[in-house]
């Protein structure tokens, strides 16, 4: 007789999934602005052909204002994840066996998320105090897979910016 582990390790999943979201704390995603250059202009003051506002040359591209830049502003979302606060109740892995800082936390968040954590410049998470004061955080180290299976949860430390 075969065993066939697969509906099993998805049942799991599930589990794992459903838990992050029930018991995990929104942490909010602060991505970085995006800077572009111009589609419109070569250096600000010369009509790049084929951009959305034709304009004349010598004269500051309308649709750059002439800086030949366009910024996306920061934007952010939030996601759930556990969130640990006491050093005692991390997760050990051999990166941080050398030592934790004050102040650090560590997130377990659904691997589904990770591509996320992985573009932003801060995150916002929540004290564990009243829940309502929100600590500024700067990723610390890379994160690493963890969960019974490896391809599902992810692993993070944080440590404070404000
Ligand atoms: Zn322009």
Not at 58 to 66: A, E, F, L, Q
Not at 81 to 91: E, L, R
Request: aromatic share 12%.
């Amino acid at each position: 007789m075969a065993f066939n582990f697969g509906p099993s390790i998805k049942t799991f999943n599930q589990i794992a999934s459903d838990f992050i979201a029930g018991m995990g704390k929104p942490c909010e995603l602060y991505y970085p602005p995006i800077e572009i250059s111009c589609p419109n202009c070569t250096n600000g003051y010369i009509y790049l052909q084929g951009g959305p506002v034709p304009f004349t040359n010598n004269s500051p591209c309308p649709y750059c204002g002439g800086t030949n830049k366009i910024v996306t502003p920061e934007t952010h979302e939030t996601i759930y994840m556990m969130v640990y606060y006491n050093p005692k109740d991390f997760i050990k892995y051999q990166e941080f066996d050398a030592g934790i800082a004050d102040g650090m936390v560590q997130t377990r968040g659904l691997i589904s998320d990770a591509s996320k954590v992985e573009r932003i410049s801060y995150a916002i998470i929540h004290n564990n105090v009243d829940g309502i004061n929100q600590m500024r955080y700067v990723r610390e180290g890379e994160m690493v897979p963890c969960g019974a299976s490896l391809s599902q949860e992810f692993l993070q430390m944080w440590k404070r910016t404000g």
